[in-house]
């Protein structure tokens, strides 16, 4: 019984972080600091360090199911409580990155910030590939934080059996979201301008 007000105490809680979230980041994605008159540098260096958290994330998802398969629950909690934390990391430097620097365009060889016409040519059905690739990150990356929020209460409630059941569906999600946001990276990196 115990366990069960603890998932409704968090419940209300889970479902505001899972919409704030998204909305505060969409709103932060558009605004940049210069705008405000701000005079900050961009902070181009962190691109490759936040890609590199979801790099990081990933070993940690699977390293915590390898860990509860052997029946380590200490290892398990830590492994996913690291997750997690790297997960919001990842998300104060996306936004800081984004606040202070334009957003690169996949394709755009010259660095201008315009896709033209001969680098679409150049680029192809790549585009496409990155595309859908991105768009699959977005919205999973969104859909993932209820997910993990109930995923991570059911363990502390230690109401096991519930935790297992969402958890089977959480772990391929959010290791395809700390994956692709790798590959993103990847793909995107050689049109940064720095």
């Known amino acids: 019984m115990e366990e069960h007000s603890l998932e409704k105490k968090y ?4 479902i505001a972080v899972s919409i704030v979230i998204p909305v505060v980041v969409a709103i932060l994605f558009g ?3 210069k705008d405000f008159g701000y005079n900050v540098e961009p902070l181009s260096f962190l691109p490759p360090i936040y890609a590199t958290t979801n790099g990081i994330t990933a070993i ?6 390898v860990a509860i398969k052997n029946g380590n629950k200490r290892i398990h909690s830590i492994l996913m409580t690291s997750a997690i934390t790297l997960s919001l990391a990842f998300l104060v430097m996306y936004v800081a990155y984004h606040m202070t620097s334009d957003s690169a ?11 033209e016409d001969s680098e679409k040519a150049t680029i192809g059905s790549l585009r496409i590939v990155y595309l859908l690739i991105l768009v699959t990150h977005i919205i999973l990356s969104i859909a993932i934080i209820p997910m993990v929020l109930i995923t991570y209460v059911r363990a502390l409630a230690q109401n096991f059996e519930m935790h297992k059941k969402i958890a089977r569906i959480t772990f391929p999600i ?3 979201v700390a994956i692709t946001g790798v590959v993103v990276y990847l793909m995107i990196a050689p049109y940064y301008v720095y």
């Open 11 to 14: 419940s209300k809680l889970i």
């Open 60 to 65: 940690l998802l699977i390293a915590a199911v």
């Open 31 to 33: 605004v940049k600091l």
């Open 105 to 115: 365009v996949f394709g755009d060889l010259n660095h201008n910030r315009i896709l």
């Open 174 to 176: 959010w290791l395809y």
